[in-house]
């Protein structure tokens, strides 16, 4: 940052939202973080990111997600726990991303053709690896070391695990294809311009913005809806039963819990917000999610309490400001998250979310705190995630 | 029905929340770019409000019957 350089800070709801839809303030995010996040979907600007985003919304349409809410999830949820159902036990945190990340590489479309747990684990190192290229600017080891570890992990997961999904979509015909991002890049490569190496980098980041995402709100709203049954058990039957008050636990988690506590944006030009609040030119612009999903002027005094009957006023979702708003809003939100649900809604056909889908799958196992072995924290950021959260499942509840 | 809706194709990323709730409404055009309908039938000016605050982008502008822009957020 230069001495001119100035940093506004965004605390209220209005300013968010603002700010995210105003079209010269450009995402700054992953400065640094190129490595894995250079001409990605999240990182590109105006026409760039129009382009790219409308040909991907196609995919992330309704009847994608029904056909994947529907049809595709549910075995893979029943399977990925079935193991530690017959244990009756398991630690959360590792269940939750193995099973976020199997859900989310059917949506990347990264085939697992083994199928076991031995290959998730690889995946999942990989993941791992792209957060850490994704979140660079905020490391405190040697970064250029970094780099170069990165670097060789994105091209050893496409030798195992791209190239032969993208071989395997090569040879199948169109029409037989699985719907999926990699599939939908393939087809649109030419017309958007896409090298390999950006291709690359692109399902990289939808495996990371997916699995890593869902996976910390998965642990989180069994957490807070353990509280929360605990103190209201009245409760506890809607938790294996009832899908719509799970959704709002997630939506509630998901406010409380954003995946970055931080928006970033730079201003191209100077902007005013309708506040009044003016944004100067090549100025930096944090949006302090915590502080605007907990603004008592929308969600009330006891805006920093998880409350699932929470009703937030017109024009505001349950879940706040966590999947961004304006050009780079989630593309996965319905599909993470579902749709907010009206007074007229119809279980039948309602969009719960793949987040709802799994909790709820938790409690209908009878998932509870190990009372012998208490959750612990995750020591290696200050940030607040779970290290372990072991939990017991089947048998007497 | 008196308010009007116009969708600024700059802005607008073909998410498609506004055709999947209310087709009759907003349509998609060649580009796949959300188009609204005149009149926009099937939708009150309340829920054209409504629709128009929960569009991703922000794409959707409302003007009443006198031509002012509707406060959406
Ligand atoms: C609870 C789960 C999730 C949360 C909290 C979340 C949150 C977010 C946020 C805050 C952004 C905007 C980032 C910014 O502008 O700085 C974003 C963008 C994005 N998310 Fe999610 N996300 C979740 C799940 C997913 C899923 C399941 C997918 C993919 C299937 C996904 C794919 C993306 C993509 C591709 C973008 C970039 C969109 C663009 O730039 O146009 N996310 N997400």
């Not at chain 1, 630690?91 to 976020?100: A, F, S, T, Y």
């Not at chain 1, 069994?222 to 809607?238: M, R, S, V």
């Not at chain 1, 902007?271 to 907990?294: C, F, H, K």
């Not at chain 2, 409000?49 to 794409?59: D, I």
């Amino acid at each position: 940052m230069t001495g001119t350089e100035q940093t506004v800070v965004l605390t209220t709801f209005a300013d968010a939202k603002d700010a995210y839809r105003a079209k010269d303030l450009r995402q700054a995010l992953y400065d640094e973080g190129e490595i894995v996040m250079a001409d990605v979907l999240v990182n590109l600007h105006g026409e760039e990111h129009r382009a790219r985003r409308r040909v991907e919304n196609r995919l992330f349409r309704r009847e994608t997600f029904d056909h994947y809410e529907r049809d595709l999830f549910p075995g893979v949820i029943e399977t990925t726990v079935a193991p530690y159902l017959a244990a009756g036990k398991v630690d959360l945190v590792h269940l939750g991303h193995e099973l976020l990340l199997n859900l989310a590489a059917l949506t990347a479309g990264i085939d697992r053709p083994e199928g076991t747990a031995a290959e998730t684990e690889r995946l999942y190192a990989y993941m791992m690896r792209f957060v850490e290229g994704a979140t660079l600017a905020h490391s405190t080891q040697d970064k250029d070391a970094q780099r170069v570890v990165i670097g060789q992990a994105l091209l050893d997961w496409d030798a195992e695990f791209l190239t032969p999904s993208i071989e395997r979509r090569r040879a199948l015909d169109p029409a037989d294809r699985p719907r999926d991002v990699l599939t939908c890049l393939m087809e649109h490569a030419d017309e958007l311009g896409l090298t390999h190496e950006v291709l690359r980098r692109e399902v990289a980041f939808f495996l990371l913005a997916a699995a890593h995402t869902s996976a910390t709100a998965f642990v989180r709203s069994i957490d807070h809806i353990l509280g929360w049954i605990a103190e209201h058990p009245e409760d506890a039957p809607k938790a294996a039963g009832d899908p719509l008050f799970v959704q709002r636990c997630v939506h509630e988690t998901v406010r409380l819990n954003p995946s970055s506590p931080i928006g970033k944006r730079r201003a191209l030009a100077p902007v005013r917000l309708r506040s009044g609040m003016e944004i100067p030119e090549g100025s930096s612009v944090i949006i302090d999610l915590m502080a605007v999903n907990r603004d008592p002027e929308v969600f009330g005094p006891d805006a920093a309490e998880f409350n699932p009957y929470r009703t937030p006023p017109p024009g505001v979702a349950p879940f706040g400001l966590s999947f961004a708003a304006g050009m780079h809003v989630c593309i996965g939100q319905d599909l993470a998250a579902g749709v907010v649900p009206g007074n007229d809604v119809d279980p039948d056909n309602h969009l719960f979310g793949l987040v709802t889908g799994a909790v709820r799958y938790m409690f209908t196992c009878g998932v509870r705190r190990d009372p012998d072995d208490p959750p612990v924290r995750d020591a290696n950021t200050a940030r607040p995630y779970w290290g372990r959260y072991p939990v017991l499942l089947g048998g007497d509840a | 029905m008196s308010y009007t809706a116009s969708v600024d194709k700059t802005v607008c990323i073909s998410a498609g929340l506004c055709v999947a709730e209310a087709p009759e409404a907003f349509v998609f055009d060649d580009d796949e770019i959300a188009e609204a309908v005149e009149g926009h039938p099937g939708l009150s000016d309340e829920a054209l409000v409504e629709l128009a605050r929960s569009c991703p982008s922000g794409a959707i502008r409302v003007l009443d019957a006198d031509g002012n822009e509707i406060e959406l957020t």
